[in-house]
């Protein structure tokens, strides 16, 4: 095995046992896919380097935050950060539609979807049910496309989940979290959009009824 392959490997391995977040984006990347991809796109010097020190800390890699950071912040490419959830401001349009009519909820008979008044080609990504993951890069979404964000035939359908729709132009999100109101138990479903150099994030309840997206979800 060529000493470039051993390296991948090795920081693939340690990657994988490593579970820090990004600060503010991590609802539109996988993490760990995207640390991968950067420190690959490196020399193969840097490549070494990078495993050498994955060798040198065992499971927990100290420069994984490091690297995370890094990314984070160049993904966020300066853009202003706004977190309007405990204001009363609101966004007025998304993606030139009013902000009230761009998410629409769908309650069936098996689980609750999502539309989103779009029309475009988006890398999408959700996560939900533990661990699950599902990402697709160039698909296109319509209003009528619908997302399937509970599905109580499924395991673990009580699991707190969020869709991403990401494109040049525009970033949008939803995302069932904890409100961080100290309210102990508690969920909310958060709003993300960047759009204009701006990413905003917002509690969706002030748009939309958020009531069947949150029904089940486990505190």
Same mark, same amino acid.
């Given at each position: 095995?060529?000493?470039? =392959?051993?390296?991948?490997? $090795? &920081?693939?391995? *340690?990657?994988?046992?490593?579970?820090? %977040?990004?600060?503010?984006?991590g609802?539109?990347?996988?993490?760990?896919?995207?640390?991968?991809?950067?420190?690959?796109?490196?020399?193969?010097?840097?490549?070494?380097?990078?495993?050498?020190?994955?060798?040198?800390?065992?499971?927990?890699?100290?420069?994984?935050?490091?690297?995370l950071?890094?990314?984070?912040?160049?993904?966020?490419?300066?853009?202003?950060?706004?977190?309007?959830?405990?204001? =009363?401001?609101?966004?007025? $349009? &998304?993606?030139? *539609?009013t902000?009230?009519?761009?998410? %629409?909820?769908?309650?069936?008979?098996?689980?609750?979807?999502?539309?989103?008044?779009?029309?475009?080609?988006?890398?999408?990504?959700?996560?939900?049910?533990?661990?699950?993951?599902?990402?697709?890069?160039?698909?296109?979404?319509?209003?009528?496309?619908?997302?399937?964000?509970?599905?109580?035939?499924?395991?673990?359908w009580?699991?707190?989940?969020?869709?991403?729709?990401?494109?040049?132009?525009?970033?949008?999100?939803?995302?069932?979290?904890?409100?961080?109101?100290?309210?102990?138990?508690?969920?909310?479903v958060?709003?993300?959009?960047?759009?204009?150099?701006?990413?905003?994030?917002?509690?969706?309840?002030?748009?939309?009824?958020?009531?069947?997206?949150?029904?089940?979800?486990?505190?």
């Amino acid at each position: 095995m060529k000493r470039l =392959e051993r390296d991948v490997i $090795t &920081i693939k391995r *340690t990657i994988d046992a490593n579970y820090d %977040k990004f600060k503010t984006l991590g609802v539109f990347f996988l993490e760990k896919n995207t640390v991968l991809n950067a420190v690959l796109s490196l020399s193969e010097e840097e490549v070494a380097k990078a495993a050498a020190d994955c060798r040198e800390a065992g499971v927990r890699w100290r420069m994984f935050a490091k690297h995370l950071n890094k990314i984070e912040t160049a993904l966020l490419d300066g853009c202003e950060v706004r977190d309007l959830s405990q204001t =009363e401001e609101t966004l007025d $349009t &998304i993606g030139g *539609t009013t902000a009230k009519d761009f998410v %629409k909820v769908y309650p069936r008979a098996d689980g609750v979807q999502v539309s989103f008044a779009v029309n475009g080609t988006f890398s999408v990504l959700s996560k939900m049910n533990r661990n699950g993951k599902f990402t697709v890069d160039g698909m296109g979404v319509t209003p009528e496309t619908r997302f399937t964000v509970v599905n109580e035939l499924l395991p673990f359908w009580e699991d707190r989940y969020s869709v991403a729709l990401r494109n040049e132009d525009l970033w949008i999100a939803i995302s069932v979290e904890d409100p961080k109101i100290g309210k102990k138990g508690s969920a909310c479903v958060k709003l993300y959009v960047k759009e204009n150099g701006v990413l905003t994030m917002d509690n969706l309840a002030k748009y939309t009824d958020t009531t069947e997206l949150l029904r089940w979800i486990n505190p």
